[in-house]
């Protein structure tokens, strides 16, 4: 994959490179010099979500993704959706769009953890926004966009997953290592492994220790045979409430990435090894 450089005028907005802890980086490399041993690549790929318009944020970060050339791959919510969005990524060729469930909106009762894809409403209600929101991404973003269903607050009512695949999904996305390679028959899952923001307290960055602790464990996890070893390990972020501090991560964390021979950054597309269209 080439070296896609970003347009001078953005520039700018790319944060200089702060570099990580020197121990923080050899927890890293000693999981990734475990796969160069082996001669495996360690695969990863990157969700971020809640995308809607083109803000300053979101420069930031596809600026950072052409940057290092890794693939990104936004989570978009179709409802409310500038759709001027679709020519304003449009320069940034590694980007890929996922569908984030339809209007981001809270069904669940204040007690309950939070979730649009419930059983709050009949099923019929939920699969025909889904579907609205499809042809409103696949109007706006054309081959940019794959039909992926990354759920909001990573949650979906169970007994909803099975009718994906009828409504022309090819995969879902969620949090922790998957259970298997299809959901569903037909409906591939790759998820996040890797949040670095805590959203339990205040949506903070949740500190360059823990998010090389979430990666490394799953890489190795994957190498010891606990979980499926042919899912990439997925990097999550949410560009709206990063922090500078994940901001400086973030950059850091790609510097150190991009240096060690065992990473390979995939797309969606090829993160789910789906045929396409
Ligand atoms: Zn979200």
């Known amino acids: ?41 360690a695969i990863f790929w990157w969700r971020d979500d809640d995308a809607q318009s083109y803000t300053l944020e979101l420069q930031k970060l596809l600026d950072l993704s052409n940057k290092f050339s890794v693939p990104v791959s936004l989570a978009v919510i179709p409802q409310g959706l500038d759709v001027s969005l679709g020519a304003d990524i449009d320069p940034y060729p590694l980007v890929t ?26 099923a019929v209600a939920v699969l025909d926004e889904l579907c609205r929101g499809m042809s409103i991404l696949n109007d706006e973003f054309g081959e940019a966009f794959c039909a992926i269903l990354v759920p909001p607050w990573n949650r979906i009512e169970h007994s909803l997953v099975s009718s994906l695949p009828e409504i022309g999904y090819k995969g879902i996305s969620t949090f922790k290592p998957r259970k298997s390679m299809e959901a569903e028959q037909d409906l591939w899952a790759v998820n996040t492994h890797a949040d670095i923001i805590n959203w339990k307290s205040g949506r903070a960055f949740i500190g360059e ?3 090389i602790e979430q990666l490394t464990a799953h890489l190795k996890g994957k190498r010891l045979g606990v979980y499926d070893a042919a ?24 510097t150190v990435m991009d240096e060690h021979p065992a990473v390979k950054w995939v797309d969606a597309k090829t993160a789910f090894q789906v045929r396409w269209r």
């Open 1 to 41: 994959m080439g070296r896609n450089k970003a347009p001078d005028s953005l520039k700018s907005s790319v944060e200089s490179v702060v570099k990580m802890k020197e121990e923080t980086v050899s927890r890293l490399y000693e999981e990734l010099d475990e796969w160069n041993f082996l001669g495996e690549e």
């Open 97 to 122: 769009v996922l569908q984030h469930g339809f209007s981001h909106q809270n069904y669940a009762e204040p007690d309950q953890k939070k979730q649009e894809l419930g059983s709050h409403r009949g």
């Open 209 to 211: 220790s823990s998010v």
């Open 231 to 254: 899912e990439p390990t997925g990097l999550l972020t949410h560009h709206l409430v990063h922090d500078g501090e994940a901001w400086n991560f973030l950059s850091g964390l790609l």
